[in-house]
């Protein structure tokens, strides 16, 4: 920290013999890079919790915080360091994304997930998609390589096919626990939220979620991604907030990047992550501040569940949430924190 | 409108009486009612334009008007005024949504429709349905029979047949002029957006578009619809802002509906219709400065071509767009207004 510190001063010095102006502070903010993470919010409680269970969330984070902050370390972009965390978060069969996804009525998983850079507000987003490995490279390759923003179905696949995502069967996909939630609730002819709340009898089974990462590279460029499997039983072709560019995911390095967790259907009605922008911009709040103003008051009187990770491009970073808990954390001046309550 | 003049008056005077303050204000708000559409925007010109043609468009807008204002008038709610005249339009060959819609890729029509209600923020949206013969009445239904926002392809279609919904055939949705826009941009691996200015060579057969309407009843009540074909020869199931609540489509009784119009991908990523009613909530605009500032500001500088309508709880009415022209009209206290060109 002290030998960051020293570096820019060093960095501010040299810059200010150059340019003149307020060197300091773009330097500091060049220097500043930072990832924070989530794995869902919901009905996550310590009593139904069993150690090795929280070893093993709590495991997940990590890699998925090193993954990313790696990339960031080297000089990579956040867009790059985004994709890298969730990656391993997708990989990862405890949380509901890529492995693990939950399943849908018909005994297959559909995930959804989205990605934006702050540079230039470019996006990418795909949803129900069934059979790619990692459908985060595939809304990143949206992105990078058409002039779309979204893409459904197997539409979705045949693109991401041209883009060289790698592919996964079934087997792949299937999780046992997973597949015991869908039994659990498949005559109920309800849908179960990835939050777990809606339908408690069994608390210690519902380890639904999302996965979401924002990140901010040395270039003071950030980018915010989102990656979910849904709800467990869903029907209709449903599709949540996660692949929706202004509610489960934004990003601008004008005011902040964002990605969301929760009852999707509330989350898109309030167009949740680009109202945190929104509140920076037209009313000058602080991230901390239009975060809290959106997930604590106005999801709240709406009563939409769920949280949200959001950073501004000094690093600022803040991860609030209604429920009794989230899986996040963050990395940024080589300190790392990991959380799950409140 | 003498009539309707004296009707405030009389509804003033007897209200003041019962409840003492305001009440002009509040009856005069309760009594107005409005109806604003738009048949798509892009590269319309008079001189590509047959007096036939014309008049064949301004029929539709015209009957449009007149279903939606219909609705209003005997107190029917803005939900029920806006799908009643997208219906119209959908129904209309000469408008890209619903019978008329153009072919994708695979010579198919794939339609997305979204609608929102002011009052409570509730909002129904469909993606990639085919054979919905209104898809906006799939969206309503998705809004008012679901615990859903949005729903996809196959599903959504499952989805609309438990509510009813009148469904078609392909042979219902085919048209001939559609069908030969897309032989001839088949072969170039180009998808042609709707507003039809990126490859121009024969304009005079580009009459691509979306459709959209905002309403407000005599209860004070917003509610905003937008309905659409997409583009000719889209592939990989891409998704376009028309059915994305806080791009395409928006609306609350705090600020104001929306119905955008234009190149999806741009609409998306600035989050379009949201901007709108977030200048209004948060730097107090008006309905007019805040429309212009999202149309002729930020989405011109990012080259994003389009235009959208857009009313507040007052019936203030704006309709901007950046392209050539934009198929609109209005219908407020008994006065219509039809309009294409700049």
Chains 1, 2 share one sequence.
């Not at 939220?193 to 639904?208: I, M, R, V």
């Not at 560019?245 to 967790?261: F, R």
């Amino acid at each position: 920290m002290k030998k960051l510190f020293f570096l820019v001063i060093l960095f501010a010095a040299c810059s200010q013999d150059k340019k003149g102006t307020e060197p300091e502070k773009a330097n500091s903010m060049k220097e500043q890079f930072a990832i924070v993470i989530h794995g869902g919010a919901g009905t996550i409680l310590k009593e139904n919790m069993t150690p090795e269970l929280e070893k093993a969330y709590q495991g997940g984070l990590d890699r998925a915080l090193e993954a990313g902050y790696a990339v960031l370390e080297k000089g990579g972009s956040s867009v790059e360091a985004v994709v890298e965390a969730i990656k391993v978060l997708e990989d990862d069969p405890h949380f509901n994304a890529g492995k693990g996804s939950v399943f849908s009525a018909d005994g297959k998983n559909e995930m959804d997930a989205s990605i934006m850079d702050g540079k230039n507000l470019m996006a990418g987003a795909v949803a129900g998609v069934r059979t790619i490995k990692n459908p985060i490279t595939a809304a990143r390759c949206v992105m990078e390589k058409s002039q779309h923003v979204m893409m459904v179905g197997k539409g979705a696949e045949e693109f991401a096919r041209t883009c060289g995502c790698e592919f996964a069967d079934t087997a792949y996909f299937f999780d046992q626990k997973r597949w015991d939630q869908l039994q659990k609730v498949k005559d109920t002819e309800q849908s179960v939220l990835d939050h777990g709340s809606t339908s408690a009898n069994d608390l210690k089974d519902k380890k639904f979620g999302t996965v979401g990462a924002v990140a901010l590279d040395k270039n003071g460029n950030l980018a915010a991604a989102t990656s979910t499997g849904g709800m467990t039983n869903k029907k209709y072709g449903r599709v949540g907030d996660s692949p929706i560019i202004g509610a489960g995911t934004y990003a601008n390095n004008k005011t902040c990047g964002v990605s969301c967790t929760g009852h999707g259907e509330f989350f898109i009605r309030s167009v949740v992550a680009y109202d945190v922008s929104s509140l920076m911009e037209y009313k000058g709040l602080s991230v901390e501040k239009a975060a809290e103003e959106v997930v604590m008051k106005k999801l709240v009187e709406l009563k939409g569940e769920g949280g949200l990770i959001a950073m501004d491009v000094k690093g600022n970073i803040t991860m609030p949430f209604n429920t009794p808990g989230m899986y996040r954390g963050y990395m940024k001046n080589g300190k790392k924190e990991i959380l799950i309550y409140k």
